[in-house]
């Protein structure tokens, strides 16, 4: 199969019917890393989409949120979350996506979501843009911040450490916004500020992006930035700072 538009409806068609299908089982809710949870449905469509993407593309390499790393031989790696925010999954609040990125030597060339509960499919291709049901997507013009509404992240799986970051960065934000919105749903809140909704989204946690991999070019292409919270390129594990490019020196600034 060829990496190409093709592949956003062969991507949808697949990952709807996991959905439909892994919503007839009981979620049967299992904690992992401190207080976080996975479900029966995580794991079904987390092997759903696997196999599928084993049959289109047999060498590629493939790295997903419970599975862990699956070695291919490839410059190829796909990047699966199933389910980001699982949580509010689970107890029912409808802000969770499945997030799909393909890599080629490290560098992201294909993203694509799906956020059920707006029936909205966001996919961009490297060069080519960033689209939500076709429709191409744009960050904010916004370049005031005190005008602007950036969301951040607090998980279960914090550490002490972790969670007096993201109260530090809380404070050091709080007055100086509109709003500090709090979703964890890093996927989600991506292709909000790729498609203009929010101006920002900040991750005190170093990760290497399982989740936010496909929501990081959208925002690429929609015209924003992304670096680490020093305001530097990224390393493979680092904290994340996203915006729409105007109020992003600003925000490394304050948070300095």
């Known amino acids: 199969m060829e990496i190409d538009f093709n592949l956003v409806e062969k991507l949808k068609k697949v990952v709807l019917e996991s959905y439909e299908e892994a919503l007839k089982l009981d979620k049967n809710i299992k904690n992992k890393e401190l207080n976080d949870i996975v479900t029966d449905i995580d794991i079904f469509m987390e092997n759903e989409i696997i196999h599928k993407i084993k049959e289109w593309f047999p060498e590629h390499s493939i790295y997903s949120e419970e599975k862990g790393e699956i070695q291919g031989n490839s410059e190829y790696t796909w990047f699966i979350d199933p389910i980001d925010g699982t949580i509010n999954f689970a107890a029912g609040i409808p802000l969770y996506s499945t997030s799909i990125a393909l890599k080629k030597n490290n560098e992201t060339i294909f993203g694509f979501v799906i956020d059920y509960n707006r029936n909205d499919v966001y996919y961009a291709f490297k060069g080519k843009g960033a689209y939500c049901n076709g429709e191409k997507l744009k960050v904010s013009n916004n370049d005031k911040l005190n005008n602007s509404i950036l969301s951040f992240c607090l998980t279960s799986h914090y550490n002490n450490e972790h969670i007096k970051e993201v109260l530090n960065v809380e404070e050091k934000m709080a007055s100086k916004v509109r709003g500090l919105r709090l979703v964890v749903s890093g996927a989600i809140e991506l292709c909000w500020c790729a498609s203009g909704k929010i101006d920002g989204v900040i991750n005190v946690k170093p990760s290497m992006g399982l989740s936010s991999a496909a929501g990081k070019l ?39």
């Open 218 to 256: 959208f925002v690429k292409e929609a015209g924003g930035k992304v670096t680490n919270l020093q305001g530097n390129e990224r390393e493979k594990v680092d904290t994340l700072l996203v915006t729409n490019g105007k109020v992003h020196d600003e925000i490394v600034e304050i948070l300095k």
